[in-house]
């Protein structure tokens, strides 16, 4: 049996982010669901966390037995974090624009999501506090798949 679809889209994005890392600046420093604080040592990296999903019945009365085809909305924080000095913006948004390319191109994670991934928003800050100032902007996005009810594991 396959992984959740959440944790297939998860797992899809992480790989994306990684195999961008190189021009984007952050290598391998891709991390979901990390519960311990970025040390300076390990920027520019990126962190990813799980959002709220929603779900909407795509199908009520379609040719499907018991099952019903849900359109699901995964929403995902992705957030690049940086040193904080005075080029901090300058290299975050340059992260962000490498993360929409690896999105947008990847095509194992379009082919899960079944439709386009959608940037909700943006929003440069500072995280964390005396040696340990981060400098971040994340980005919430929605990846908008289908499954059928009974089966939470495989696109529909």
């Given at each position: 049996?396959?992984?959740?679809?959440?944790?297939?889209?998860?797992?899809?994005?992480?790989?994306?982010?990684?195999?961008?890392?190189?021009?984007?600046?952050?290598?391998?420093?891709?991390?979901?669901?990390?519960?311990d604080a970025l040390q300076p040592g390990e920027l520019p990296?990126?962190?990813?966390?799980?959002?709220?999903?929603?779900?909407?019945?795509?199908?009520?009365?379609?040719?499907?037995?018991?099952?019903?085809?849900?359109?699901?909305?995964f929403n995902v924080l992705v957030c690049p974090c940086a040193?904080?000095?005075?080029?901090?913006?300058?290299?975050?948004?340059?992260?962000?624009?490498?993360?929409?390319?690896?999105?947008?191109?990847?095509?194992p994670l379009n082919d899960l999501a079944r439709d386009v991934?959608?940037?909700?928003?943006?929003?440069?800050?500072?995280?964390?506090?005396?040696?340990?100032?981060?400098?971040?902007?994340?980005?919430?996005?929605?990846?908008?798949?289908?499954?059928?009810?009974?089966?939470?594991?495989?696109?529909?």
């Amino acid at each position: 049996m396959a992984d959740y679809m959440q944790q297939r889209i998860l797992d899809a994005l992480e790989a994306a982010l990684v195999a961008a890392g190189g021009s984007g600046g952050w290598g391998n420093r891709v991390f979901v669901d990390r519960v311990d604080a970025l040390q300076p040592g390990e920027l520019p990296a990126i962190l990813i966390e799980a959002g709220e999903e929603t779900v909407d019945f795509a199908s009520p009365s379609g040719n499907y037995g018991r099952q019903q085809r849900q359109r699901r909305d995964f929403n995902v924080l992705v957030c690049p974090c940086a040193a904080h000095n005075d080029e901090a913006g300058k290299q975050l948004r340059a992260m962000c624009k490498e993360i929409e390319l690896a999105i947008f191109a990847d095509a194992p994670l379009n082919d899960l999501a079944r439709d386009v991934p959608r940037l909700l928003g943006s929003k440069t800050s500072l995280f964390g506090e005396g040696t340990s100032v981060l400098a971040q902007q994340p980005m919430a996005w929605s990846f908008p798949y289908f499954t059928l009810s009974n089966q939470p594991d495989a696109p529909a």
